[in-house]
């Protein structure tokens, strides 16, 4: 395996407490002496604190008791050594020995041990050494103290690992939190970081890479491991770029998008401006009659098929010369309106891949027909956010302490992919394997987003059934690669036009840039 595979696999790495402390105890067996771990790690996050912070005069380490206060000590001792001036706060009174060898030897060299938390406040930067990975439960009154009198100084923090006060596996908050502004993660990334509730405290999150032998980590994990984060060069390779010489429309997939209603008119154009990018080589619509003239305006390269209306607005019910067994997927549920429910039912009985999102999913829940879903002879795409995800699985949603294990629980009962929308995207298959999406925005935070990717996720499962033969996985491949081009496009129209400027059609115009600048950058690009 080359280097820059051997990175690319250890960015897509996500591991529990749990099983970080099986890996590490493998090397530590293996003859990887815990000191030379501790020395090898710290010259990594001293060489980034000096990267991350080249003008910075004192450092203040907040030091804890087990070898994560350790590793802290060794990076104060390294950038004493490199002229930085040093201050040590330690407010536990026992330590593990190898930490308190080292606090002795900074000691030594003149690095002041201060008593009082106060005397940190001149420092420039913070190093948070407290308590690393694997906290699970409250810290004390006095640290708890101190962690809210450090957050309210707001200076730059660089916390090891996962920011103090931060649980491991479900990011929850133990009573008080690092308000970090770097995170950098020792060796492999810690579910915790992946989670809503944590991003508040984690800050930009950066992995060290201690060289873990990829052995020994899929020995503990599987090969491949069952939860994963998304890479740019992972999102991309799923992605439909490349199409033979001789093919034709019909052969680079066929979708088809139930959408839409008198009162959400919007939705059923944002679903197609996202499926009309995904390079889809034939769009079908269908829409309430009196929308047709609309999208056929909008997308004149579609097929717009008008049905019939209720009184309210809502599709009917679908024209007979509409085929559902003639397409390679079927996109259904924005702007629908509970009253199609007819129209839904009517998809679900199709045994052709499926995307529900919105009205679909509400359907769905007011059906009580999600354990149905597992019937099913093609696969299902669910793409909650977490209101939906509560009416469709209300013994999985409250309480949620971690959107990884929810996502999981809710494809093994549905028998659907389940995608969960939030900050952190979490994707999960029915046989258990998770990818999450560790980039979004803000931004994305505006109606009618959840439309595009649905739009987008139609036109590409649609792609990847008509290129041959699909099974879960491929199909869960590119649904964690459209999850990502979604992001990736409201990042992009962020930085350009800020938080702000990123509604759902502005949002649909950045997708092919995005992909364009994915492409040119992937060659260099890994993380």
């Given at each position: 395996?080359?280097?820059?595979?051997?990175?690319?696999?250890?960015?897509?790495?996500?591991?529990?407490?749990?099983?970080?402390?099986?890996?590490?105890?493998?090397?530590?067996?293996?003859?990887?002496?815990?000191?030379?771990?501790?020395?090898?790690?710290?010259?990594?996050?001293?060489?980034?604190?000096?990267?991350?912070?080249?003008?910075?005069?004192?450092?203040?380490?907040?030091?804890?008791?087990?070898?994560?206060?350790?590793?802290?000590?060794?990076?104060?001792?390294?950038?004493?050594?490199?002229?930085?001036?040093?201050?040590?706060?330690?407010?536990?009174?026992?330590?593990?020995?190898?930490?308190?060898?080292?606090?002795?030897?900074?000691?030594?060299?003149?690095?002041?041990?201060?008593?009082?938390?106060?005397?940190?406040?001149?420092?420039?930067?913070?190093?948070?050494?407290?308590?690393?990975?694997?906290?699970?439960?409250?810290?004390?009154?006095?640290?708890?103290?101190?962690?809210?009198?450090?957050?309210?100084?707001?200076?730059?923090?660089?916390?090891?690992?996962?920011?103090?006060?931060?649980?491991?596996?479900?990011?929850?908050?133990?009573?008080?939190?690092?308000?970090?502004?770097?995170?950098?993660?020792?060796?492999?990334?810690?579910?915790?970081?992946?989670?809503?509730?944590?991003?508040?405290?984690?800050?930009?999150?950066?992995?060290?890479?201690?060289?873990?032998?990829?052995?020994?980590?899929?020995?503990?994990?599987?090969?491949?491991?069952?939860?994963?984060?998304?890479?740019?060069?992972?999102?991309?390779?799923?992605?439909?770029?490349?199409?033979?010489?001789?093919?034709?429309?019909?052969?680079?997939?066929?979708?088809?998008?139930?959408?839409?209603?008198?009162?959400?008119?919007?939705?059923?154009?944002?679903?197609?401006?996202?499926a009309r990018a995904s390079g889809v080589g034939m769009l079908s619509i269908a829409v309430p009659q009196t929308l047709k003239a609309t999208l056929t305006a909008q997308l004149p390269e579609a097929l717009v098929w008008g049905c019939p209306e209720l009184d309210t607005g809502a599709i009917a019910q679908l024209p007979d010369e509409i085929d559902l067994s003639a397409y390679h997927t079927i996109a259904c549920g924005p702007g629908l309106t509970k009253d199609a429910s007819a129209v839904v039912q009517q998809v679900l009985s199709q045994t052709k891949p499926i995307v529900l999102d919105a009205d679909g999913?509400?359907?769905?829940?007011?059906?009580?027909?999600?354990?149905?879903?597992?019937?099913?002879?093609?696969?299902?795409?669910?793409?909650?956010?977490?209101?939906?995800?509560?009416?469709?699985?209300?013994?999985?949603?409250?309480?949620?302490?971690?959107?990884?294990?929810?996502?999981?629980?809710?494809?093994?009962?549905?028998?659907?992919?389940?995608?969960?929308?939030?900050?952190?995207?979490?994707?999960?298959?029915?046989?258990?394997?998770?990818?999450?999406?560790?980039?979004?925005?803000?931004?994305?935070?505006?109606?009618?987003?959840?439309?595009?990717?649905?739009?987008?996720?139609?036109?590409?499962?649609?792609?990847?059934?008509?290129?041959?033969?699909?099974?879960?996985?491929?199909?869960?491949?590119?649904?964690?690669?459209?999850?990502?081009?979604?992001?990736?496009?409201?990042?992009?129209?962020?930085?350009?036009?800020?938080?702000?400027?990123?509604?759902?059609?502005?949002?649909?115009?950045?997708?092919?840039?995005?992909?364009?600048?994915?492409?040119?950058?992937?060659?260099?690009?890994?993380?």
């Amino acid at each position: 395996m080359t280097a820059l595979a051997r990175t690319q696999a250890i960015q897509q790495i996500v591991v529990t407490a749990a099983q970080m402390r099986a890996i590490e105890a493998r090397l530590f067996a293996a003859g990887m002496p815990i000191e030379a771990l501790m020395e090898k790690v710290a010259g990594l996050i001293a060489r980034r604190v000096e990267a991350l912070y080249p003008d910075r005069q004192h450092l203040g380490v907040l030091v804890g008791p087990g070898h994560n206060g350790g590793d802290a000590l060794v990076v104060a001792r390294e950038l004493h050594f490199r002229g930085c001036a040093v201050s040590l706060y330690n407010p536990f009174p026992k330590l593990k020995e190898l930490t308190a060898q080292h606090q002795r030897y900074c000691q030594s060299l003149g690095m002041p041990l201060v008593e009082t938390l106060e005397a940190l406040q001149d420092c420039d930067v913070l190093l948070d050494g407290l308590f690393g990975f694997g906290l699970e439960r409250s810290p004390s009154d006095e640290i708890a103290d101190a962690v809210s009198q450090i957050n309210q100084w707001q200076k730059p923090i660089v916390s090891i690992d996962l920011p103090s006060g931060l649980h491991t596996d479900t990011g929850a908050v133990l009573r008080t939190a690092i308000r970090a502004t770097h995170t950098l993660c020792l060796g492999l990334w810690k579910q915790g970081l992946l989670q809503d509730q944590a991003l508040a405290y984690v800050g930009k999150a950066e992995l060290v890479d201690f060289d873990v032998p990829l052995s020994d980590a899929w020995a503990v994990l599987g090969n491949p491991p069952t939860v994963r984060r998304i890479t740019s060069q992972q999102a991309i390779t799923h992605l439909p770029l490349t199409r033979p010489a001789a093919t034709h429309k019909y052969k680079m997939g066929h979708a088809l998008l139930i959408c839409g209603s008198r009162r959400y008119a919007g939705g059923a154009l944002l679903t197609a401006l996202g499926a009309r990018a995904s390079g889809v080589g034939m769009l079908s619509i269908a829409v309430p009659q009196t929308l047709k003239a609309t999208l056929t305006a909008q997308l004149p390269e579609a097929l717009v098929w008008g049905c019939p209306e209720l009184d309210t607005g809502a599709i009917a019910q679908l024209p007979d010369e509409i085929d559902l067994s003639a397409y390679h997927t079927i996109a259904c549920g924005p702007g629908l309106t509970k009253d199609a429910s007819a129209v839904v039912q009517q998809v679900l009985s199709q045994t052709k891949p499926i995307v529900l999102d919105a009205d679909g999913l509400n359907i769905l829940a007011e059906m009580g027909s999600v354990p149905t879903l597992k019937a099913r002879q093609a696969a299902t795409i669910i793409t909650p956010h977490q209101g939906e995800f509560k009416r469709l699985f209300p013994d999985l949603a409250d309480p949620m302490p971690c959107r990884i294990t929810a996502a999981q629980r809710a494809a093994a009962t549905s028998g659907a992919i389940v995608l969960l929308k939030g900050a952190r995207v979490a994707i999960a298959s029915p046989e258990g394997a998770v990818w999450v999406n560790p980039d979004s925005t803000a931004a994305l935070a505006r109606g009618g987003s959840g439309d595009v990717l649905t739009g987008l996720l139609g036109g590409l499962v649609a792609q990847c059934v008509a290129a041959g033969p699909s099974s879960t996985d491929s199909i869960l491949d590119c649904v964690q690669s459209g999850a990502w081009w979604h992001a990736q496009a409201g990042i992009l129209a962020m930085q350009e036009r800020t938080l702000l400027g990123v509604d759902a059609l502005t949002l649909s115009q950045y997708l092919i840039p995005t992909l364009q600048l994915g492409i040119t950058s992937n060659v260099r690009y890994v993380g």
